[in-house]
T-cell receptor, first 113, second 113 residues
Framework: DVKVTQSSRYLVKRTGEKVFLECVQDMDHENMFWYRQDPGLGLRLIYFSYDVKMKEKGDIPEGYSVSREKKERFSLILESASTNQTSMYLC????????????FGNGTRLTVT | DQQVKQNSPSLSVQEGRISILNCDYTNSMFDYFLWYKKYPAEGPTFLISISSIKDKNEDGRFTVFLNKSAKHLSLHIVPSQPGDSAVYFCAASVTGNTGKLIFGQGTTLQVKP
């Protein structure tokens, strides 16, 4: 069974801080994704990666960056946290084949004060 | 601009009855559709999917119907069980853009015993 682990369940950070959200998967999946979930908006794609050292912007990349130095690990970075980045952040992975379903981690609830 | 819409934020049904969750989309390029279920404090889990070459896909108690001309899909759960109480997200993608999903806002289903 696929396990997608997000390092923190809850995080509270101050405005302007640099924030790292970590995600690790144990199933050798090629693809990794970062989504954020907000009430009334559903899930929105921030960044994704189809391979090590590769990254592509999703639908809402502004204010974020990512790093994928190893196949199993995908980090989301908030360079200077702002209050509008308070959200639930969800990491997901899948295989590279067509229409492979996403497997999600349990999420990190980030509050920026 | 919400390309995938779930216009009912919540739905309440009696145990044993049918639950029908609806989803509309605007982008005619979408050709693959999925439903995810999310319990509190957990990540979304994949439930069922349908390709645009079909108009129905069934998996046990869950059936998804696709009406391409109306750009509408629905998820039927028969019979509904209390354990089905969760938030249900509809998602859409273009084949080949694996993992790059556009999600609806979600519908909270409550199944009463």
């Amino acid at each position: 069974d696929v396990k997608v682990t997000q390092s923190s369940r809850y995080l509270v950070k101050r405005t302007g801080e640099k924030v790292f959200l970590e995600c690790v998967q144990d199933m050798d999946h090629e693809n990794m994704f970062w989504y954020r979930q907000d009430p009334g908006l559903g899930l929105r794609l921030i960044y994704f990666s189809y391979d090590v050292k590769m990254k592509e912007k999703g639908d809402i990349p502004e204010g974020y960056s990512v790093s994928r130095e190893k196949k199993e690990r995908f980090s989301l970075i908030l360079e200077s946290a702002s209050t509008n980045q308070t959200s639930m952040y969800l990491c997901a992975t899948n295989h590279g084949f067509l229409n492979s379903p996403l497997h999600f981690g349990n999420g990190t609830r980030l509050t920026v004060t | 601009d919400q390309q995938v819409k779930q216009n009912s934020p919540s739905l309440s049904v009696q145990e044993g009855r049918i639950s029908i969750l609806n989803c509309d989309y605007t982008n005619s390029m979408f050709d693959y559709f999925l439903w995810y279920k999310k319990y509190p404090a957990e990540g979304p889990t994949f439930l069922i999917s349908i390709s645009s070459i079909k108009d129905k896909n069934e998996d046990g108690r869950f059936t998804v119907f696709l009406n391409k001309s109306a750009k509408h899909l629905s998820l039927h759960i028969v019979p509904s069980q209390p354990g089905d109480s969760a938030v249900y997200f509809c998602a859409a993608s273009v084949t080949g853009n694996t993992g790059k999903l556009i999600f609806g806002q979600g519908t909270t289903l409550q199944v009463k015993p």
